[in-house]
């Protein structure tokens, strides 16, 4: 287990899991017919996964965490933070008719606010996640337009591919 206690590893997949399904949500706007069946195997696995996480975080809430009041305060500055220039970012980008990129630009935001929270949390995993994301983020424009996809479905199937397996790998610690 990477998580310091075993309810936040717990948590941890339940929040991983819940937003892989988003972004595999997301993949479905424009993806190649022949990721449909894929993307929606993703999503519901990533929603299992969220819900055995959630089961955990319940079974395990008296185990203890890592949030204190400092914790919980920095918490929600980071997170705060990361939806404010989300959204800044996207209202730019729709004002400058460049739409297509927002996935990409929420990948982006939503990896280096991950920077900050594996510290606060003293998770590894999370660091890991921070930078795979982030990295995805970065190279899911050229990649898509290198294929004539579309920003979207590869934003999508990367940053859900990442959070899964994270939330997967959080499951398995908690249990084993």
């Known amino acids: 287990m990477t998580a310091e206690f075993v309810r936040d590893a717990a948590a941890t997949a339940a929040v991983f899991g819940f937003f892989a399904s988003a972004w595999f949500g997301w993949a479905q706007d424009e993806p190649p017919k022949a990721w449909k069946r894929a993307l929606v195997a993703g999503s519901v696995l990533s929603l299992l996964t969220a819900a055995v996480g959630g089961f955990l975080t319940w079974r395990h809430w008296s185990d203890g965490t890592v949030f204190d009041a400092g914790t919980s305060r920095a918490f929600g500055v980071v997170v ?3 939806i404010a220039a989300a959204a800044l970012g996207a209202g ?3 004002r400058r008719r460049r739409s297509d990129l927002i996935p990409a630009w929420v990948a982006f ?8 929270l594996a510290w606060i949390l003293r998770d590894p995993l999370i ?6 994301v982030t990295l995805a983020a970065i190279v899911v424009v050229p990649v898509a ?3 004539s996809l579309a920003v ?11 959070l899964l397996a994270a939330a997967l790998f959080s499951t398995a610690s908690v249990l084993l």
């Open 80 to 82: 705060g933070i990361e």
């Open 92 to 94: 730019l980008l729709a």
């Open 109 to 116: 935001v939503v990896g280096v606010h991950l920077f900050p």
């Open 127 to 132: 660091g890991v996640v921070a930078v795979l």
């Open 145 to 147: 337009r290198s294929r």
């Open 152 to 162: 979207s479905a590869v934003t999508g199937v990367a940053t859900g591919t990442v």
